[in-house]
């Protein structure tokens, strides 16, 4: 089962930038999508997730910059980063859960820089 992610890529600070990630119709019944992301030397860190139900929840430093969506006709979620910051640098992982498994998208490289 693979995730499909998109939209990484480098970016001044105060930039935008758009990640979006596709699932396959093989996972069925899910909870939840969401984004992690891991910088250098750091855990892996929630960053957003939206329930079926469009419950939403952020890391507290990206409230008000970062906006969840998903599109259930096509099984893909967004995450729309605006004011981008030089500490928002990492790998971004796309996550889709049910109540069985998590499935895990490769990553996609964000990098915030002058």
């Known amino acids: 089962v693979q995730l499909v992610e998109s939209g990484g890529g480098l970016v001044q600070p105060g930039g935008s930038l758009r990640l979006s990630c596709a699932a396959p119709?093989?996972?069925?019944?899910?909870?939840?999508m969401g984004w992690y992301r891991q910088a250098p030397g750091k855990e892996r860190e929630l960053v957003a997730r939206i329930t079926n139900g469009g419950n939403t929840n952020y890391l507290d430093s990206v409230k008000g910059r970062f906006t969840i969506s998903r599109d259930n006709a096509k099984n893909t979620v967004y995450l729309q980063m605006n004011s981008l910051k030089p500490e928002d640098t990492a790998v971004y992982y796309c996550?889709?859960?049910?109540?069985?498994?998590?499935?895990w998208g490769q990553g996609t490289q964000v990098t915030v820089s002058s």
């Open positions: 119709r093989s996972i069925f019944s899910i909870n939840g």
């Open positions: 996550n889709v859960y049910n109540n069985w498994n998590h499935y």
